[in-house]
Each structure stands twice: as C-alpha cells, then as structure tokens.
C-alpha cells in the first residue's frame, strides 16, 4: 500500500493488529501458526473485523512485512541489554570476573527466552527464500544487532580488547545474534539437551578467541594455527600410549601378509597428505593403521622400507592407467618417466628409498610387498629384448635393478640442493642397444 494511505491509519490501532499478530506466535501452536496467517484469525485475535484490516493492509503478505518492522521496533518483554547492564555493573579487575560475566549472560538468555519475537524471528526464516522476506529479516537483524553496541563499546573500550581480523565488530554481533537464537531454540525444544548454563560458557568462549588486546597483533589464522599441529601431537601421545601396551603385552605380534602390507601403504600415504613424511615416525603410522610398531618393524624392516612400498604402490597404480603403444621400448621410455615424475613429486619418500638402496636402512621382507614396479619393467625390458630393441645378449635380471638405481639418484633431491640430470638414463638405455628415443 502507498506510504500516503499509510500515514493516514491510526498508529493505535495499526499497533493494536500487530501486536495481535505478535500475540498468535505466543499462543497458537506451531502448526497453526506455519499454516499462515489469515485475515480472520487476526481480526479475531485483535477484536476487529475484517474490514477494519483491509483498510490498513490489502493483503496478509503486506501484514507480515508491516509486522516484522513491527519486531525491529517492539519494545521487549524485559530491557534489551541486561548483558551490556551487568557487564557495565561488574568491577574492572577481580578475580570473579568469569562468573559475573556468565550470570550476565544468563539474564541475557532470560530475556530472548521470554521474549515471543524469538519465535517470530524463527518463523520466518522458514521463508528466508523469499527475496523480500530476506530483506525484511537483514533490516530486522542489523536494528536489533545495534542494541548490543553499548556492550561491544564497553568490551572494547574498558578492557581493552579488540575483535581479530578478518572478523569485525559487526561480524560479531550476528554471530552472537545467530547463536543465541540458536541455543534459546534448541533449549525451548531440550531443556535437558541444551541446559541453559551452556549460553555463558559458549559466549565467553568465543569472546576469548575472536578478540585480542588491543596491543595484540595477531589476527585469527595467527590464533588457530597451533591447530595444525593438532594431527601429529594426537599421533605422538597415541603411539606412546601403545608402546606402553605392546611392553605391557605378552602376546606376539600377527605378521602381516600381502593385502594387510598394502592396507599399510595406503593408510601412510592418505596420512602423509597432513603430516610431512619427515615428521612421522613408525610409531605415529602404527597408530593410524592399526597394526603395532613391533609389527610394522618386523614387515617392513624399517620406516625407508614403508617408503619403498608407498613409491611402489603408486608406481604401479600409475602403470596401470599407463596407456601403451604397442612398441616396447617406448612404453618402457615412459614407464621411466612416470617413474622420474614419481620421485621428484615425493621427495622425502625418494630419499628414504635411496637409504634403503644404500643399505642404511633395513630392507621389507621378501614377497611381502607385491604391488613391485620391477615384474613390469622386467617384463617390458624382455618384450624389448624379444623385438630387438635391446641387445640379444643383455643380462636384463640384472639390468634392470641397475638401472632403477640410476633412475633413483638421478631423480632424487642432490644434498647440494641442485638437479643433476645428465641424461644417464638414456646413455644406460643405449648402451644397451636401445635406439635412440625420439625428438620432441
């Protein structure tokens, strides 16, 4: 309706047919009141005809939109900052400055408990999709939110505290604004569940992460970030826990078999995706597999062997996808190269191989590790052999770990820090009789 028939309504009886609308969400239950409003029901609840309604509001939907303005500028039930009243109250320095704050806090849950637009607020979020309604709610949350600054002025001013980065103060009265409509609705549903002293605590909780002094200058990432260590902390007290329990335990450790190695290998390697290669131990990675460190010890021979068989699992996992040519020495030219890209992406696990190869480290047990890449080079390499790629009379059982030792130090990261790449893969290969590989 025109703002100029508006003005000419009376203000007593507007409010008189609003507040009626208020009183329904008090006294209806919820499935009447979702059901939506109707004329009648209004003007029943206000003690006026229909009539009277239609000369202010030609619709039920202009009604709500005129009632949750209504919301923004309703006196509440009770005062609505006894947080920023009791917290203005309570002494600058003490040592029960935590409980004055959560019994502010409490008298603030009082309120939004009693007060019936509580319920309105959530009803209509019902119909947060309808663009106007979510504009209606915005304006609605913003006056109401502005209620709290005399709290965040005395927060920020007399203790000197600030809110972090990238968060500002008006982030942080709709999160405080959402999560008290939040636990008031879920203590109305389970008092039990969601008992009422849960607010304060929460509130407080929360203030003290998103605000800092004001001589602080870490913003909220530099705050969270102990959280990244989170993982390898948890796997440290958890593996000695375990070794206390192996020690204490009388009974042997179960071997473990082909299918439980790869079980392994591929836990590891989901695990090195969060926590470096480098900062793990056998004892953090029999955590989060399962099996005990005495076992992963006794399979793999040591932590270089477990890498020897994550390198092998996704080599071979790469194999499988690899699509071949047809012509032997080709496929077995890429197969080195998918090897190559392989090591130089893993750095750490390469250099734990190399160990392994330098015999600084001991070696899996045999047969144990099945996924190997050197059945498939070895097979390429005699396919190569059969079609006169490489020399008739080349030993290619011992070729072939020759030359996945060279593959290895040549893709490894150099202790000097630099990549020396000579080639000497490709001079091995000719050596050999390959012919040479094609130019790009």
């Keep these: ?141 913003k006056l109401v939110e502005q209620r709290s600054e005399r709290s965040h002025d005395f927060l920020r001013d007399s203790w000197g505290r600030k809110t972090r980065a990238p968060l500002d103060d008006e982030h942080l009265r709709a999160i405080y604004s959402t999560i008290t409509d939040a636990l008031a609705a879920r203590h109305r549903i389970d008092p039990e569940g969601m008992p009422r002293e849960i607010y304060g605590y929460v509130a407080l909780t929360l203030l003290l992460v998103v605000t800092a002094r004001v001589d602080d200058p870490r913003d909220l990432e530099a705050v969270l970030d102990p959280v990244n260590s989170w993982p390898s902390s948890g796997l440290a007290i958890k593996s000695a826990q375990m070794s206390a329990n192996e020690m204490l335990s009388a009974t042997p450790p179960r071997p473990l078999d082909p299918d439980m190695a790869r079980e392994v290998a591929v836990a590891t390697r989901r695990l090195i995706t969060r926590i470096g290669w480098s900062e793990l131990s056998l004892a953090e990675i029999a955590v989060v597999t399962g099996f005990p460190e005495r076992t992963l010890a006794q399979a793999f021979g040591s932590k270089s062997g477990l890498a020897m068989a994550i390198f092998e699992l996704n080599i071979s996992e790469r194999f499988e996808i690899l699509e071949r040519t047809g012509d032997p020495i080709t496929d077995f030219r890429a197969m080195l190269n998918l090897s190559a890209e392989e090591l130089r992406r893993s750095p750490a696990i390469a250099q734990s191989v190399v160990l392994l190869y330098a015999g600084a480290a001991s070696r899996v047990l045999p047969g144990l590790v099945q996924h190997s890449s050197y059945t498939t080079y070895l097979n390429c390499a005699l396919e190569a052999q059969a079609a006169g790629q490489l020399n008739a009379d080349l030993d290619v059982p011992s070729f072939i770990p020759t030359l996945l030792r060279l593959l290895l130090l040549e893709n490894c990261p150099s202790p000097t820090g630099r990549q020396d790449n000579a080639g000497a893969l490709e001079l091995l290969l000719r050596g050999a009789g390959a012919p040479a590989a094609p130019t790009a």
């Design 1 to 141: 309706m025109p703002n100029s028939v508006r003005t000419e309504i009376k203000p007593e009886m507007q409010t008189r047919i609003l507040e009626a609308g208020v009183s329904l969400w008090i006294d209806e239950p919820p499935s009447v009141v979702f059901g939506g409003y109707t004329v009648a029901r209004v003007a029943k609840a206000a003690g006026v005809t229909r009539s009277t309604f239609y000369s202010y509001w030609p619709s039920t939907k202009d009604y709500l939109d005129d009632l949750i303005k209504h919301l923004a500028h309703r006196e509440p039930v009770t005062r609505p900052s006894p947080v920023s009243e009791a917290i203005t109250d309570m002494r600058l320095t003490g040592p029960d400055i935590v409980s004055g704050f959560l019994a502010a806090f409490d008298a603030q849950f009082d309120a939004v408990l009693a007060d019936p637009a509580l319920r309105i607020r959530l009803g209509f979020l019902s119909q947060m999709d309808d663009q106007e309604i979510a504009e209606q709610l915005r304006d609605y949350y």
